[in-house]
């Protein structure tokens, strides 16, 4: 059995918060998770979840109070486990008198790239990410969302076999979201393995295999889309248009929730154990026209807020999320 590219049990992390009596604040609370080669793994919470603070305990940047993590089985206190991975934090900040090209061929050369490679990576990099037009612009020149690309283009620099991106999508328009989950994507076909952070559920739905929900420092929930989200149908939902009262009277039967839209079309709600098929055809039979038909299911958004409603905390100055 091949072992996790990401391994951490039972892994806590405690900020001393306060002036005069400083009191532990527990960002992290006993975190055990494992992320295998290939997977693409979302990291989902409300602000203070302990989101941040993961990713950075992976990468070395905070030290923690108790437990363990390893990546590709070195243990995160040694340096060499981050030899393969590339980082993005959240709020990423470059040497912004540099331009594009220089501050990526700079980071390729810290890699251990020649100068010659690292500019030819620089090059590819900024044309994966939709940078190749601003590659001789001065970075301070770049707007939020241009620096959130370049944050992902050195985040790749070096090829790395796992990519941690904080909050990936922050500052993004449409297109850069789109563009960076195609990125993903095409990381993920590369066979490399990918953890993000993320509120943006639409985005952990579209891309990962698993996900784990953190709220309050501790993990609530872990699993697959498959594991974690009902997707059969809870209801159903009609937009009918020329309902008579014979026709209110057959969806009333059904459990029906009616809701006027204006004119003489009508939302009508229905339970999910309705099978809607014959229901339709006593409908078309009185001469009522279906406008629309779909079925209501669970979404990831729904599974997120059970999870975390009421758990939120406010993480205080100094803490982290």
């Known amino acids: 059995m091949t072992d996790p590219v990401i391994a951490v049990e039972h892994l806590s992390k405690d900020y001393p918060v ?7 604040y527990r960002a992290l609370d006993d975190l055990t998770l494992s992320v295998a080669a290939g997977e693409v793994f979302g990291c989902l919470g409300p602000n203070g979840a302990g989101k941040s603070t993961t990713l950075k305990l992976l990468m070395g940047l905070v030290t923690p109070t108790s437990g363990t993590a390893r990546l590709f089985g070195v243990p995160v206190s040694d340096v060499a486990s981050r030899a393969r991975v590339g980082f993005l934090p959240e709020n990423p900040v470059f040497y912004d008198y540099l331009t594009g090209e220089e501050l990526l061929a700079y980071y390729g050369q810290l890699c251990g790239l020649r100068a010659r490679d690292a500019r030819s990576r620089a090059t590819t990099l900024l044309d994966r990410v939709g940078l190749g037009a601003e590659r001789r612009l001065a970075v301070r020149r ?20 796992l990519v941690i991106l904080d909050e990936p999508m922050s500052g993004l328009d449409p297109i850069g979201r789109r563009d960076v989950r195609a990125l993903i994507l095409s990381l993920r076909d590369e066979g490399k393995t990918v953890l993000f952070s993320s509120h943006i559920l639409s ?3 579209t891309l990962c295999s698993r996900v ?11 699993g697959s889309m498959t594991d974690l989200v009902e997707f059969s149908v809870r209801a159903w939902e009609l937009v009918l248009d020329g309902l008579d009262e014979g026709a209110r009277g057959r969806l009333q039967e059904t459990g029906a929730m009616l809701t006027s839209l204006g004119g003489d079309r009508v939302q009508a709600h229905l339970p ?20 629309s ?8 958004e729904d599974v997120f807020l059970k999870y975390v409603e009421g758990k939120r905390r406010d993480v205080p100055d100094g803490g982290a999320a």
């Open 18 to 24: 306060g002036f005069w009596r400083p009191r532990p």
């Open 142 to 161: 770049y707007s939020k969302g241009m620096v959130q690309r370049l944050g992902v283009a050195q985040a790749l620099v070096q090829d790395p076999d």
């Open 203 to 205: 985005d952990a739905e």
């Open 212 to 222: 784990a929900i953190l709220a309050a420092g501790r993990l609530q929930a872990i």
């Open 272 to 291: 999910g154990t309705v099978a809607p098929e014959s229901l339709l055809q006593d409908l078309a039979a009185r001469g009522v026209r279906v406008l």
């Open 293 to 300: 038909l779909q079925p209501v299911r669970e979404t990831l």
